[in-house]
Each structure stands twice: as structure tokens, then as C-alpha cells.
């Protein structure tokens, strides 16, 4: 007699691993750019992951990815952002694990295919430049571009450049075959800073800062063109919320129930020896 599906082990018919790659687009969403889904500023991002599901409806995953982020004040379509005309550049790199859940019980022997979500947490490295009147790259944060550090402007302290994001999203996985999982994927990052982009409150005195920090300061924190000269008060960026940056991204991974263990598989197609 064939042994079915269900007649398979609770063990062996549930539990699987899954590793693979990640390739797609990221992009950021912050003071420098007010739109999730913006027609420029997109930048390729790639990773790994790895899953272990306790049954075909949970699991659980690691992954670590590498991008990009930009932004600038003259791609932006409001007037008061270009007058601004500041800028910005970053590497990111991103661990983060995370609960999955499938909607269907996907399963090799079961079905092929279902939508997801996921949710979690992530710690990311940033290190945010700019191209200063020179042509030269200047990294932002030890200019202290909003007073950051600075003895006369004791509320706002040096940010970091680890930080935490609270990553979450969904998508849809279906088998190719009996051993690779290929997923679409949509997932979002909130982070737990409004520095991403070196901009969140206001400006400070420019010449209090060119002589703590220099002339390169002075010209990084305000690069506007309209001959105005901001001083502590006027608007930089929004503080009231933290930035944000998205992956949009396909990933392949090996099941690896169904490629380390074909027995399990073949128990199914009848021949009394594989029982």
C-alpha cells in the first residue's frame, strides 16, 4: 500500500530549513524624501537568509544584507526642499531575525504556494556623506551639522551609527520544483533614528559652528542658494518621525526537507522498498 502525505511522520512532514540568497531594490523614506514610493532614489540591495519553519504556518529567520540609501533636495518637487538643496549618501549593512507566517500550509507534499508576513527586528550599520563645494566626499556626522556635541546645544547628543529598525512586510512563495522556494517580498524598516540622513531638527548658529567644527561644517549644514543665513530656530528637518528605508526583493532559497532528505519524499510514490 502507497503511504500518503498525511501518512508521513508529524515530525518529518512539518519541520524544514531553508538558505539562499536575496537580490532586489531598497530605497529610504525620511526628511530629504516625503514619499514611500518616489520616482527616483532607488538602489540595488542583496543579502542571505535563513529559515527554520516548526511546521508548514511558522517560522523562523535570519538574514543580513548589504545597499545603499540616497536622497537629494534637488530631485524633490517641493520648492522650499530645493531651496534647502541638501543631499546625501550612505552604505548599509542590515542583520535582522524575524517571525514568518504562511497563510496556506505550504509544504512539498502538500500545497505550493502562499502569501506571508513577517515581523521583527534589525540592527544596521550607516554612515551618512555628502559632496561638499569641492567635489569631495565629507562624512556628515563629526561635522555635528545641527549642533550635534557641541557644549551650547546640550540637547542634542552625537547619534550613533549602529542602530535598530523594526522590520516588516509580506509577500508570496511557491516551489520551483521539489527544492527551491522562490519568494516576492515587500518589507519595510522603521528605524529608531531621524539621523539616517544627517537632518532632523533645526539650524543652529553657522558661525558658532564653523568655529567648534569649521568652514566645511558651516557649508555641509546649510547649502542653499538664495543668500539667506538660517540661525537657531529656522526648520532643517522634521523631528517628529524617524526615517525609514524599504526593500522590494526576490529571494531563492533550497528546502532543505526536500533536498536533504528524498526518502522522506519517495515514501509516497509506492515502491514497498522506500518504506
Not at 515581523?119 to 569641492?134: E, T
Not at 528637518?237 to 531563492?252: F, H, L, Q, R, V
Amino acid at each position: 500500500m502507497c503511504v500518503n502525505a498525511q501518512g508521513l511522520g508529524s515530525g518529518s512532514a512539518q519541520e524544514h530549513h531553508e538558505i539562499g540568497i536575496t537580490v532586489g531594490v531598497s530605497n529610504y523614506y525620511g526628511d530629504l524624501q516625503p514619499k514611500f514610493f518616489a520616482s527616483y532614489g532607488y538602489q540595488p540591495m542583496a543579502g542571505i537568509v535563513y529559515k527554520y519553519f516548526l511546521n508548514p504556518h511558522v517560522g523562523i529567520r535570519v538574514g543580513a544584507t548589504y545597499t545603499n540609501l540616497s536622497a537629494a533636495d534637488s530631485l524633490s518637487n517641493l520648492p522650499n526642499n530645493q531651496l534647502r538643496n541638501l543631499s546625501f549618501a550612505t552604505h548599509l549593512f542590515e542583520f535582522h531575525t524575524a517571525l514568518e507566517i504562511n497563510f496556506l500550509p505550504i509544504d512539498i507534499l502538500r500545497r505550493k504556494v502562499t502569501p506571508y508576513i513577517f515581523g521583527g527586528i534589525a540592527v544596521f550599520y550607516y554612515n551618512p556623506y555628502a559632496i561638499d563645494p569641492a567635489g569631495d566626499k565629507v562624512f556628515l556626522r563629526p561635522l555635528s551639522t545641527e549642533g550635534e556635541g557641541l557644549p551650547m546645544y546640550p540637547d542634542r547628543k552625537a547619534y550613533s551609527l549602529v542602530n535598530m529598525a523594526f522590520p516588516f512586510g509580506g509577500g508570496v512563495k511557491f516551489f520551483i520544483g521539489k527544492a527551491i522556494m522562490l519568494t516576492g517580498e515587500l518589507g519595510f524598516r522603521y528605524t529608531n533614528t531621524d539621523y539616517l540622513d544627517d537632518v532632523s531638527k533645526s539650524y543652529v548658529n553657522l558661525d558658532t559652528l564653523q568655529k567648534y567644527k569649521g568652514k566645511i561644517a558651516r557649508q555641509m549644514s546649510y547649502r542653499g542658494t538664495t543668500g539667506v543665513n538660517p540661525d537657531y530656530g529656522f526648520q532643517r528637518g522634521d523631528s517628529k518621525s524617524n526615517d525609514w528605508y524599504w526593500y522590494g526583493n526576490i529571494t531563492a532559497t533550497i528546502y532543505f526537507r526536500a533536498f536533504g532528505n528524498p526518502r522522506e519524499y519517495l515514501k509516497t510514490k509506492c515502491p514497498g522498498f522506500f518504506r
